[in-house]
């Protein structure tokens, strides 16, 4: 079969990044966009969060994102990785997959390519029944993502495309590389379609791809439509219409011609939980990526129609003349009443009860050799008597770091990019210090992917000498049930969990506002993510099947301080300043 047969109209959309019960939502809207196909990455960490532990249920069920899209008449492209990027933790990769020992990632290594075949058993299990040419609407299989921006191992590709082969993948396969001939030489295989993936100039990327094969479609597989944000950083947008590096000019170009084009993004969605990235190049140049994944796309973060939507329809219905493009509203909207917060607990107090897994351990260990993709690491160690009063040093303690020396709270420092003079003062009978240690996600493109481990990946030193001998807590957040909470006390600054209750008569997609300085938000036992007073954003989107007719639970855990006692919601999100 060719799937370039006909002209490809695609649209990026992550299962990952959208509650289930809004799935066929979010395809209804793709269809009446125009488009004929949808795209989506396969993030192994989510698939494999253990190592031999694998699953696909609940927002993992991609077999049944599937089944809905073709319930939809679409067509599907899937990008199962190993490697997705995505401004995803760790590019997909598993945090125990860093651990293993001698582990050489996206190339030829025997302890790395072991793992590989091991999840591919079994993610294949679970697409080959929907390849299209079992019966289902998956046309076209990605082969590893952008390895040209990476890496030049062609050995390692084909070993790819031999598993592929060998678990009967049996539909045809791409890669897609940025538009030099760099990253096409290094990205491409033999026998296997090349893409080009690119924000603006289209002639030109389309002419590279052309001299370096001749043969290949004129295939965009990520046509860059909007951008993603980053702590601490500017809230990005990209005009629809009009205006310096608009969109639809360049789309509607790219579609008279009959090129084959895949939005990313179509619906971002949102980086729940602890999932989000980071970019980086060294390890001081280190930026994570926020919550939302909004990606200032044709449909956003909840789902409504945006300028580049109506700018797509326009597009569409002029060169397709595609009878399903329709008119779409926007998803209702509610601002439930205030919520009195009713309960706390402070962190420090409750490791015992919420720890996943807790030892001694005579160098402190990563996140990754406890075998954990996401959440927070408590170390404590004893110091001994001394005389002096030596700076406390956190060398490669990632990412952001809070102290507390015999119980009182020095401060915090966010990787060495906000290195902080932590002094401790000399006593004679020693000190317990004691240090909390946030990820706040692992680097997902370029050259330390796989190398960026959380927690203490280094070494904790008073002046130059290096402290041993802890005791840790693994904190993946995943046991809040067991938070022993009590009457609310006074707010401190001190890391802490906050519990309320909200009633609502009716439900809907809502935002609750920024709470506190830093933390994250569960809603009826569903994370929503993390906050940062840092910005850009100043919300946190709720989506409607979270919510329930009656009383709903929210519990912050704010790790600096909470702003009040009482959480408000908004209408309206609130991404921030541009």
């Not at 698939?47 to 694998?54: K, L, R, T, V, Y």
């Not at 009063?389 to 401060?411: A, I, R, T």
């Not at 830093?518 to 840092?534: A, E, P, Q, T």
Request: proline fraction near 7%; charged fraction near 20%; aromatic fraction near 12%.
């Amino acid at each position: 079969m060719d799937p370039f047969a006909n002209q490809i109209i695609s649209g990026a959309l992550h299962y990952f990044r959208v509650h289930p019960g809004l799935w066929d939502d979010r395809l209804d809207k793709a269809v009446a966009m125009g488009l004929n196909t949808v795209e989506t990455y396969i993030p192994w960490n989510l698939h494999e969060p253990h190592q031999g532990e694998f699953v696909f249920s609940g927002i993992c069920d991609v077999a049944q994102f599937i089944r809905k899209a073709q319930a939809h008449q679409l067509q599907v492209i899937v990008r199962p990785g190993p490697y997705i990027c995505a401004e995803w933790d760790n590019g997909g990769f598993p945090g125990w997959l860093l651990a293993l020992p001698g582990g050489k990632l996206r190339c030829v290594d025997p302890v790395y390519l072991d793992a590989v075949e091991k999840y591919f058993t079994v993610l294949f299990d679970q697409l080959r029944p929907l390849l299209c040419t079992n019966g289902g609407p998956v046309i076209m299989l990605q082969v590893e993502n952008e390895y040209g921006s990476y890496g030049n191992d062609q050995n390692y590709l084909q070993h790819l495309v031999a598993l592929y082969r060998k678990w009967q993948m049996d539909v045809p396969y791409f890669t897609s590389d940025g538009p030099t001939t760099l990253m096409l030489a290094g990205g491409a295989c033999d026998g296997i379609t090349p893409t080009v993936n690119f924000g603006s100039g289209h002639e030109n990327a389309f002419r590279v791809l052309k001299e370096f094969r001749p043969d290949a479609p004129e295939c965009c597989m990520e046509f860059w439509n909007g951008w993603f944000d980053h702590w601490g950083e500017k809230h990005i947008r990209r005009p629809a219409e009009e205006g310096e590096n608009a969109f639809a000019p360049e789309y509607e170009k790219m579609i008279a011609r009959g090129a084959h084009v895949n939005l990313y993004m179509f619906h971002g969605g949102t980086n729940f939980g602890f999932t989000a990235g980071a970019n980086g190049s060294s390890y001081t140049d280190y930026a994570p990526t926020v919550t939302s994944y909004d990606y200032d796309c044709p449909l956003s973060e909840a789902g409504d129609p945006t300028a580049k939507y109506l700018a797509c329809q326009r597009i569409l219905k002029k060169y397709t003349g595609n009878p399903r493009i329709r008119p779409i509203e926007k998803s209702p909207k509610i601002a439930p009443p205030e919520c009195q917060l009713t309960g706390s607990c402070l962190l420090r107090s409750c490791l015992d009860q919420i720890a996943a897994r807790s030892g001694q351990a005579v160098v402190p260990p990563t996140l990754e050799e406890l075998g954990e993709n996401f959440g927070f690491i408590h170390y404590k160690t004893s110091l001994p008597a001394y005389d002096e009063d030596p700076v406390l040093s956190l060398l490669d303690v990632n990412d952001y770091v809070q102290v507390w020396l015999d119980g009182k709270y020095l401060g915090s420092q966010f990787r060495r990019k906000d290195p902080k003079k932590f002094v401790i003062p000399g006593r004679s009978d020693g000190a317990v210090l004691e240090l909390l240690v946030e990820s706040t996600g692992r680097i997902n493109y370029g050259p330390y992917v796989g190398k960026d481990r959380k927690g203490i990946g280094g070494s904790v030193c008073l002046n130059l000498q290096t402290l041993f001998n802890w005791e840790y807590f693994l904190l993946p957040m995943t046991g809040l049930d067991r938070v022993p909470f009590e009457p609310l006390r006074e707010i401190e600054s001190e890391p802490a969990f906050y519990r309320g209750t909200f009633d609502l008569a009716e439900t809907a997609d809502t935002f609750v506002n920024r709470p506190g300085v830093k933390g994250s938000v569960w809603i009826n036992g569903f994370h929503l993510g993390r906050y940062w007073d840092i910005g850009p954003t100043e919300t946190l989107y709720i989506p409607a099947p979270v919510l329930r007719k009656g009383q709903n639970e929210i519990i912050i855990l704010e790790q600096e301080k909470l702003l009040a006692p009482t959480i408000t919601f908004t209408a309206e999100p609130n991404l921030g300043d541009i």
